[in-house]
């Protein structure tokens, strides 16, 4: 359990960093560390050099503005968790912060860092698919925004190139008469989601769901987009009939794989019932608005 030798460095501004990137063969970038550091203990990773974000100024603020809320890659799981305007309008958010791991890991992981890991098991990236969220990432030669649907490569696989870093995520505004809800199961508080679904939703004047983005969490190589389900909802009424469709339709776009949190088949069941519970929470939450 003893990481390989490598070089540190803190960077006190982004363009340091990223000229680090840029010229250091074998430079990874070290955020909260919860995912990193035990990678490199068991030695799945051994960087040339860590380049700690943890002194750039800026990259941990989270702001609201008209269009949605302006997240920087740097800010905790806590910080989001505790932010106001998250509190307010927000629940998808606020639910999926309550559940990642245990208060020292809220304290220190941060969004940008598991995103970038992109664990299938991780519970921000369905979020953001749900969210339709977008995804700053810059090098030393620009910038470049990435819809959160076209970010998840594959598992522990992503977009970002190792010269990038992940410096802001912006989710939309929620808009009118609009719920959000996290569902997670997980087999004791604190652990990895077996089953995670995010949903995003809004009901139209007439009361029938006029918006809506489901992400799923651990039931595929990926987090991904539940279209199926989302094409069902899209203009129906948000009965218990419907949400019943639209879970089942999700379960049968899941792949998860048997492991120590369960057989397959009773993980695609669970990602049925999940989006039900999600989808009642949503609706209700939007209802409250209305
Ligand atoms: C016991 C335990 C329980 C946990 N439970 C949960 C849980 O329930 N749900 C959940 O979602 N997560 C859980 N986690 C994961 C935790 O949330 C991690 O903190 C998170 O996944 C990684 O964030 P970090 O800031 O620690 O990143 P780090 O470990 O520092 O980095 C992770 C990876 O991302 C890269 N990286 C980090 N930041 C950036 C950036 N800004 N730009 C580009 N690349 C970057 C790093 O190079 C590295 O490859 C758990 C972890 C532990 C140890």
């Known amino acids: 359990m003893i990481p390989p030798q490598f070089d540190y460095v803190r960077p006190a501004n982004l363009d340091e960093a990223l000229a680090i990137l840029r010229d250091?063969?074998?430079?990874?970038?070290?955020?909260?560390?919860?995912?990193?550091?035990?990678?490199?203990?068991?030695?799945?990773?051994?960087?040339?050099v860590?380049?700690?974000?943890?002194?750039?100024a800026g990259?941990?603020?989270?702001?609201?503005?008209?269009?949605?809320?302006?997240?920087?890659?740097?800010?905790t799981h806590r910080s989001i968790h505790e932010n106001a305007a998250v509190k307010a309008r927000y629940p998808l958010l606020e639910d999926?912060?309550?559940?990642?791991?245990?208060?020292q890991i809220r304290n220190w992981g941060t969004m940008g860092g598991s995103v970038a890991h992109a664990d299938?098991?991780?519970?921000?990236?369905?979020?953001?698919?749900?969210?339709?969220?977008?995804?700053?990432?810059r090098s030393a030669g620009g910038d470049r925004w990435i819809d959160a649907r076209d970010?998840?490569?594959?598992?522990?696989?992503?977009?970002?190139?190792?010269?990038?870093?992940?410096?802001?995520?912006?989710?939309?505004?929620?808009?009118?008469?609009?719920?959000?809800?996290?569902?997670?199961?997980?087999?004791?508080?604190?652990?990895?989601?077996?089953?995670g679904v995010a949903v995003q939703l809004n009901l139209g004047a007439d009361g029938q769901i006029s918006a809506v983005g489901i992400g799923l969490t651990a039931v595929?190589?990926?987090?991904?987009?539940?279209?199926?389900?989302?094409?069902?909802?899209?203009?129906?009424?948000?009965?218990?009939?419907?949400?019943?469709?639209?879970?089942?339709?999700?379960?049968a776009q899941s792949s998860p794989t048997t492991d120590a949190h369960g057989p397959a088949e009773y993980k695609k069941a669970m990602v049925s019932e999940m989006v039900v519970r999600a989808l009642r929470s949503a609706v209700s939450r939007a209802r409250k608005q209305a």
Do not use: C
């Not at 269009?67 to 920087?72: A, D, P, S, V």
């Open 151 to 195: 970010f998840f490569i594959d598992s522990f696989q992503t977009a970002i190139e190792p010269n990038e870093i992940l410096t802001e995520i912006r989710v939309p505004a929620p808009g009118a008469n609009a719920g959000g809800a996290y569902a997670k199961l997980e087999r004791r508080a604190g652990d990895f989601s077996t089953v």
């Open 59 to 75: 990259m941990d603020g989270i702001a609201e503005v008209e269009k949605g809320l302006h997240i920087g890659g740097r800010a």
């Open 220 to 251: 595929a190589p990926t987090p991904f987009a539940a279209t199926d389900a989302e094409a069902i909802l899209m203009g129906a009424t948000p009965d218990e009939a419907t949400f019943r469709r639209a879970g089942d339709a999700a379960a």
């Open 50 to 56: 860590l380049v700690d974000i943890g002194a750039i």
């Open 24 to 48: 250091r063969e074998g430079a990874k970038v070290l955020a909260g560390g919860y995912s990193l550091l035990p990678l490199l203990k068991l030695r799945l990773a051994s960087p040339e």
């Open 120 to 137: 299938p098991s991780a519970d921000w990236p369905a979020v953001l698919i749900a969210s339709r969220a977008a995804i700053n990432v």
């Open 96 to 103: 999926a912060a309550a559940g990642i791991g245990d208060p």
